[in-house]
């Protein structure tokens, strides 16, 4: 069967004052699917993200979340029309405990039902389970990583929105965070994330867009990004 896409981004433009952030920007992210956005410092990367979450409000264009149209809407009403945005610099509260970090992440106030979400996420992610009375503050950064995104999850979103989640990621980490934004996927969510490095945003979304100053110049798995622009990127 055919679904909607969970986000949809139709020619979206963002100004501040006079300067152009984002023209015209484009794609779609399916149920499943990881999708990443990657460009040089100023490409527009987290504009994107605020203004899909009602951070900003775009000059003209449209955004669809689970094939809802939440342009105009407050960020408290994205969030329930499904979007999960990590924001950068992950942001665990650490004097809690990963169980209770967890919990504030369900955005609800029924405890069986959130304790039904917590122990869900203990199976995607077993390493957390064996954490759960430690504060957030004493994990790793991988594990905090892994944190946030199941946080994310709690919400039951459609779609997950992270910004850079490989920042300050050992290379070992990094591969880990493949296999978590994988299970993640596969809980049945699509997976937005942002990029500055393209070699591991190729390694971690199933497509990649390449955002320069503010408009798409190409997009696709690795193999269909065009060898000079990889080069370039990749320089
Ligand atoms: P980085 O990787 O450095 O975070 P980015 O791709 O996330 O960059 P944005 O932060 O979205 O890029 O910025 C896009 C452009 O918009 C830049 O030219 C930036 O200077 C400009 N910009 C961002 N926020 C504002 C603002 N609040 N007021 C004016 N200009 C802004």
Sequence with gaps: AVTAPVLEVRDLTVRYGHVTALEDVSLTVGTGEVVAVVGPNGAGKTTLLRTMSGLVKPASGGISIAGRDVVGLPAYRVARAGLAHVPEGRGT???????????????????????????????????????????????????????????????????????????????????????????????????????????????LADRALILVRGTVRASGSRGELPADLLEEFLA
Excluded: C, H, W
């Excluded at 989640?165 to 990094?174: F, Q, R």
């Design 93 to 203: 509260v650490a004097p809690l405990t990963v169980e209770d970090n967890l919990r504030l992440g369900a955005l609800s106030e029924n405890t069986r039902e959130t304790d039904r979400r917590i122990a869900g996420m203990y199976e995607v992610f077993p390493a957390l389970g064996r954490l759960k009375r430690r504060r957030a503050g004493l994990l790793s950064g991988g594990e905090q990583q892994m944190l946030v995104v199941a946080r994310g999850l709690m919400s039951q979103p459609s779609l997950l929105a992270i910004d850079e989640p490989s920042m300050g990621l050992a290379p070992i980490m990094v591969r880990e965070l493949v296999g978590m934004l994988r299970r993640a996927a596969e809980t049945g969510v699509g997976v937005l994330i942002v990029e500055q490095n393209l070699a591991l945003a190729t390694q």
